[in-house]
């Protein structure tokens, strides 16, 4: 067993913690990858395999990106968060023989982690980039596209898209049925600053089953703009193939790969387009 909080700090773990696996798995089988969406897994043999993840409540553990980690169980205890390192491309693959359960108000999550959002009046990355906007006062990036198309970036004053003055929303790509993974799009960078990143990728293969409790979650959202003016990230991809998926209580869970939005008041206040 690897206890979260012995082997790691509140930024990751001290060592990687896997068994050896052939990435030609059933899995990596079924997930036609590109160099556009992301680059294969790679399997790290030179350590001490491990066959059970902890992550305690209140910890935060973070894995390292593209590399495929296999456990007999993981279990993310209230309030813990399993995550990737870094700030952009993140993509966490799980192989789980028995059981992943996520406790009260603990999360599996990558939000943010996928295409980077545009700089300041700059295009957002990835096929899906939301638009940036002409120089000047008061306009607005376009939000980041992936599952549907981003919005426009709508003027402050009347709510509504100038041509060659906002941005506009970023392109649908991919497919429902995920046969290739991408990370989600960046918002359109506004006269405000930067927008948002697109959501990065969550692959999960568990032969048992997935309990998810009250308030947990996984998540690979997209951010909001940094400021209104700024559009906002799509979300990511997320991929879970199991035997069975509980919820105890019936209660409230979530499984999210949504993109940002901006929540202003007035609600028909214009802003950088939503992912």
């Not at 913690?17 to 059933?26: A, E, G, L, R, Y």
């Amino acid at each position: 067993q690897i206890n979260a909080a012995a082997a790691a700090t509140t930024t990751g773990l001290s060592r990687h913690t896997q068994m050896p696996q052939s990435s030609s798995s059933k899995m990596m089988m079924q997930l036609t990858q590109s160099a556009s969406a992301v680059t294969s897994p790679r399997t790290d043999t030179s350590l001490t395999p491990a066959v059970r993840l902890v992550v305690d409540s209140g910890e935060t553990v973070s894995l390292q990106s593209s590399v495929e980690y296999n456990f007999d169980e993981v279990v993310i205890h209230e309030n813990g968060v399993l995550t990737v390192h870094g700030s952009s491309k993140g993509y966490l693959l799980l192989k789980i023989k028995e059981k992943l359960e996520i406790h009260s108000h603990a999360k599996l999550n990558v939000s943010g982690l996928g295409h980077k959002g545009g700089k300041r009046y700059c295009d957002g990355e990835g096929k899906g980039g939301g638009g940036g906007c002409a120089k000047g006062y008061s306009s607005c990036g376009g939000g980041g596209g992936y599952g549907t198309f981003g919005e426009n970036g709508r003027g402050w004053s009347d709510n509504a898209y100038r041509e060659n003055v906002d941005g506009i929303g970023g392109n649908i790509y991919g497919d429902a049925a995920l046969s290739t993974i991408h990370f989600g799009s960046g918002g359109g960078g506004g006269y405000g600053s930067r927008g948002g990143n697109g959501g990065g990728i969550v692959c999960i293969s568990c032969k048992s089953k997935i309990v998810l409790h009250e308030n947990s979650g996984i998540y690979a959202n997209g951010n909001v703009g940094k400021y209104y003016y700024d559009g906002c990230g799509s979300g990511g991809s997320i991929f879970i193939k199991c035997k069975t998926l509980n919820n105890p209580r019936k209660s409230l869970c979530f499984i999210q790969a949504i993109g940002g939005e901006h929540n202003l008041q007035p609600e028909n206040a214009g802003h950088g387009g939503n992912g």
